[in-house]
């Protein structure tokens, strides 16, 4: 079985700064693309970030220049470093991951969802 756990959301005041993680645990053969979503009240589930197994990024518009994803292999950890946070990204924050498991095919995994709220 798999595991995607998120970690890190919180309440931070407009301007401020917080860091996501994710890790995904289980019998993990191989790791591809992993991501962050957001849901919003009342709104539909958009993407915020994707990093390729090989380090290619992928940003929201809504994001570029104050948010950074990042992932640890060797961890199977991916990170989001969100900074000069806005009421609008209030939201429920999804990690996202492309894995294989040991004898297994390819498959989607979301976590549970961890809250951030921006607000003063």
């Known amino acids: 079985q798999v595991q995607v756990a998120e970690s890190g959301g919180g309440l931070v005041q407009p301007g401020g700064s917080l860091r996501l993680s994710c890790t995904a645990s289980?019998?993990?053969?191989?790791?591809?693309?992993m991501g962050w979503y957001r849901q919003a009240p009342g709104k539909q589930r958009e993407l915020v970030a994707t990093?390729?197994?090989?380090?290619?990024?992928n940003y929201a518009d809504s994001v570029k220049g104050r948010f950074t994803i990042s992932r640890d292999g060797d961890k199977n950890t991916v990170y989001l470093q969100m900074n000069s946070l806005k009421p609008e990204d209030t939201a429920v924050y999804y990690c996202?991951?492309?894995?294989?498991?040991?004898?297994?095919?390819?498959?989607?995994?979301w976590g549970q969802g961890t809250q951030v709220t921006v607000s003063p």
């Open positions: 996202n991951v492309d894995l294989k498991l040991v004898k297994a095919p390819p498959n989607n995994y």
């Open positions: 289980g019998s993990i053969f191989s790791i591809y693309p």
């Open positions: 990093i390729s197994a090989g380090g290619r990024t």
